[in-house]
């Protein structure tokens, strides 16, 4: 797929830094001062999924945790330190967790076959998938690893919301806001599968729909 060797990355490098300088020769001074960005993206780490370029936005606007299928996993001290640092010091306004159709991770997670390490670490997918047996059951297998990267999206979401760090920042300024997206590499376009949350009445509605998931397997599994 890539048309780059590893020098034509450094000559790439050079040319951002012309290109940037010549529309703002004060460009890198303005960057160094420091970052005050609006947003956290927690996103896949797929090279086909750039949070600056699919949103439309450049150095300095975004704070970045990627991991392989966008997971919120509440013992991970990396991305509970990009989190805590996010809303704590640089107060951002909105997380953003965005997943993207044709994800490998949870395709990978979908299937059988062993991928040695990653399985522990997909495991969160696989647990998703079971709680939504039933609603996944009835779709073909394209359908079904769409509807479930949306579904995935929405239990991080609901796995950020339940953080202690989201928690109080909500209690003391209400704000972050907290989106599920998904990012379509069909078609490069990114849809909201969550209201923005910013309360744990939002988030109620978020658990409500996953635990009707959880019921509707639990029901299968009495059976
Ligand atoms: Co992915």
Redesign the pocket.
Known sequence: MSTHDIASLLAGNRLFVAEQLAADPRYFEHLAEGQQPDFLWIG?S?SRVSPNLITGTGPGEMFVHRN??NLVVQTDMNLLSVLQYAVEVLQVDHVIVCG?HG???VRAAMGSHSHGLLDNWLRAVKDTELHHAIELEGLDETARLRRLVELNVIEQVDNLGKTHIVQQAWRQRARPYIHGWVFDVATGCIDPVTSMINGNAAMHEVCRFQRAGRRATAAKEAR
């Open positions: 896949c797929d392989i299928a993207h994800c490998g991770g």
